[in-house]
């Protein structure tokens, strides 16, 4: 059960922004994080502090050990192997890291790469580099009625020349689950690989990479409940095993000699320098956070925060929420319209009653391009967030209409 009281775990909550309650809505951008995590961090820094995988010396083999525990929890969390996991900066790092060494690898000149329309730039930008290097193209799966992926263009979208389909889990602008169980057979019907970009749902839904059937998954650590600056890139073990490095350097080597150098086993092939250790170890206290709370709560606190949001949101006039709005299929990410109200206006009173909303783009530009929409204000919502926070949002929206209609008055 989630229940309010866990708002003690996370100190951020309990600033004034304003003069006035901090109510915190924009978790997909990042999430607040618990003390543990904090005390995670600072117990690096002030009693082990050591580089890994070198020393021999006691406060080196401390972290050693405790940086290769958190590779254990993070494969544990996800029902992987540690060895496929491999630290990254975050999500965009790994899209990047797929694209650099299995993209330049597997994509020739005529090869599709296969995205859909509600990607992350993190997740178009890299395919693009590589597609423009390659010769290859890029293809679209469409977004349907009410924000969910067409499923029917699959067989059209999908065909012989595609070698990476890369796909989110969940959009950080329409909330949309997607069925990547549906993508992945298609994609290996064709013998591509499914590239799946976890940066929305890993922090929110229980995801198991066998259950998602994908062949890479990248997640941020700072979405959930961990610190900035860490992420991770999930391989299947035979494809990682027949993978260039990205960076070369310090660790990721056998043996190095003037002219060339052997390589070491995943994940140490792709982590070449000294890692965020400490950011690394902080996730894997974020893991046990999340864990300790479990997934299954976590999901279901956020789906019926959900349903209280939007049916407390369709009550505004004037209000147009993208996306679905079935709970069901969908998270806490809810960017909506209000009237012809610019977002950026809407956030701007919101943060002076105290409301973190995002407007923008939130990164998805030929998405907003698609829905004809230059940008959108964006609630988010995650585990400490409650439905006396999304009354206090409704209130500001009503706010946010008097202020412009005050002034469209006062313009007669
Ligand atoms: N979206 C948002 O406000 P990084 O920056 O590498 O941790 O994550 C990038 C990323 C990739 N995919 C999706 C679906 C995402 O939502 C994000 C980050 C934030 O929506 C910041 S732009």
Redesign the pocket.
Request: hydrophobic share 15%; charged share 20%.
């Given at each position: 059960m989630i229940t309010p009281a866990l708002r003690a775990d996370f100190p951020l909550l309990h600033v004034r922004m304003n003069g006035k309650p901090l109510i915190y809505l924009d978790s997909?951008?990042t999430s607040q994080k618990p003390q543990a995590v904090l005390d995670a961090l600072l117990s690096y820094y002030r009693e082990y502090n050591a580089n890994v995988h070198r020393g021999v010396y006691e406060l080196a083999e401390r972290a050693t050990l405790a940086y290769e525990a958190a590779r254990e929890k993070v494969a544990t969390f996800i029902g992987a192997r540690a060895d496929d996991v491999i630290f990254v900066r975050?999500?965009?790092?790994s899209i990047n890291l797929i694209a650099q060494t299995y993209g330049r690898q597997n994509v020739r000149g005529g090869d599709d790469i296969v995205v859909t329309e509600m990607e992350?730039h993190?997740?178009l930008v890299p395919w693009q580099m590589l597609a423009q290097d390659k010769g290859a193209a890029i293809r679209v799966l469409p977004v349907g009625a009410e924000g969910m992926l067409d499923l029917g263009a699959l067989d059209r979208v999908i065909g012989p020349r595609t070698r990476i389909v890369s796909m989110?889990h969940q959009?950080?602008v329409l909330g949309t689950i997607n069925d990547v169980r549906a993508v992945a057979a298609r994609a290996h019907a064709v013998g591509a690989v499914l590239v799946v970009?976890g940066?929305?749902s890993v922090p929110h839904l229980p995801v198991r990479v066998a259950e998602l059937g994908c062949d890479f998954l990248a997640f941020?650590g700072?979405?959930m409940c961990g610190p900035t600056g860490i992420?991770v890139l999930w391989g299947r073990g035979e494809i990682l095993a027949k993978m260039p490095p990205f960076h070369g350097g310090g660790e990721m080597i056998e043996r190095v000699e003037y002219e060339r150098s052997t390589y070491r086993e995943s994940p140490h092939r792709f982590e070449a320098g000294t890692p965020n250790i400490a950011g690394a170890i902080a996730l894997g206290a974020a893991v046990d956070y999340l864990t300790a709370l479990g997934m299954e709560n976590v999901r279901a606190h956020e789906e019926s925060l959900v349903r209280y949001a939007i049916a407390q949101l369709s009550d505004l006039p004037d209000l147009k929420i993208l996306g679905p709005t079935d709970p069901a299929t969908r998270g806490g990410a809810i960017a909506f319209q209000l009237g012809d109200l610019h977002a950026h206006d809407v956030a701007q009173i919101l943060g002076d009653e105290g409301i973190a909303v995002?407007a923008g783009h939130?990164?998805a530009q030929p998405l907003h391009r698609k829905l004809g929409v230059p940008s959108t204000a964006r609630a988010s919502l995650y585990l400490y967030n409650t439905t006396e926070e999304i009354d206090a949002l409704v209130r500001g929206l009503e706010k946010v209409r008097a202020f412009f209609a005050g002034r469209r008055t006062g313009d007669r």
């Open positions: 997909a951008a975050g999500t965009t790092e992350h993190s997740n989110t959009s950080n970009d940066a929305q941020s700072h979405k992420g995002r939130h990164c």
